[in-house]
């Protein structure tokens, strides 16, 4: 009889010991929704849009021109400034010339052709267009965005852990992702940790986790040749230890 008890006590232990390396093993397991590194591209003049060579949905790389603004005034002023610039580097090697007044012009073309520049837009990254905002023919303001592209070969995405397992982190520590819509798994690294708690946010499931106190953690991870994470899918995401 003791002997069974022996027995079942041994094998309790080594269960509770299994139970114990396994659960500390295991990763924690969280999700968010990932978000596309975008960037807004902006008219720096009051101008009529002369021609936008994109659609939403439109791959792009850095560089491309993506739309031109009609610039009357502004190639206007280019070609005063110009001649006005000739003229006055031509005076300055005469005695009617002034290093003065070449320092003027030269100044006033340089900044006519920087406006000049700003009627063509064109992409400050390679990834796709996600928004168009105006038409060929409509006016648009200075400070206005016309497109949003965006970095869809990189993607963000919060998750929000408790105050314990934030000693188990730290920036650049692996991530492994796992994106339910294509059964697909992907791989990634953490780049930020907030400092401040703040409440789990509105778009978690339970009532009882959005009113935790949790700490945001950033992570980015890299999409696939086609690009099969999107903006607004969820990735189930684990720490690698």
């Not at 610039?85 to 009617?96: E, G, I, S, V």
């Amino acid at each position: 009889m003791k002997k069974k008890i022996a027995l079942v006590v041994v094998v309790l232990l080594i269960l509770v010991v299994v139970a114990l390396v396994f659960f500390r093993q295991t990763p924690f397991h969280y999700s968010g929704v990932a978000e596309a590194i975008a960037v807004d591209i902006s008219a720096r003049l009051n101008d009529t849009i002369a021609e936008i060579l994109v659609q939403e949905g439109s791959p792009v790389t850095q560089g491309q021109v993506l739309a031109r603004l009609t610039c009357d005034e502004a190639n206007l002023k280019k070609e005063i400034a110009q001649t006005e610039f000739n003229r006055a580097a031509h005076l300055l090697k005469t005695t009617a010339g002034s290093q003065e007044n070449y320092d003027l012009k030269k100044n006033q073309y340089d900044q006519a052709a920087l406006q000049q520049s700003w009627c063509t837009l064109t992409s400050p990254l390679t990834g796709q267009v996600l928004y168009k905002y105006y038409e060929p023919q409509e006016f648009i303001g200075a400070g206005k965005k016309m497109l949003t592209v965006a970095n869809l070969k990189e993607l963000d995405v919060w998750v929000y852990v408790p105050y314990p397992e934030l000693g188990n982190l730290s920036i650049g520590q692996e991530v492994k992702g796992y994106l339910p819509d294509a059964d697909k798994y992907f791989m990634g690294h953490i780049i930020a940790i907030n400092d401040q708690s703040e409440f789990t946010p509105k778009n978690v499931q339970t009532r009882e986790e959005r009113t935790r106190l949790v700490y945001g953690v950033k992570t980015r991870f890299e999409n696939d040749a086609d690009l099969t994470i999107k903006p607004g899918m969820t990735l189930e995401t684990e720490f690698v230890k």
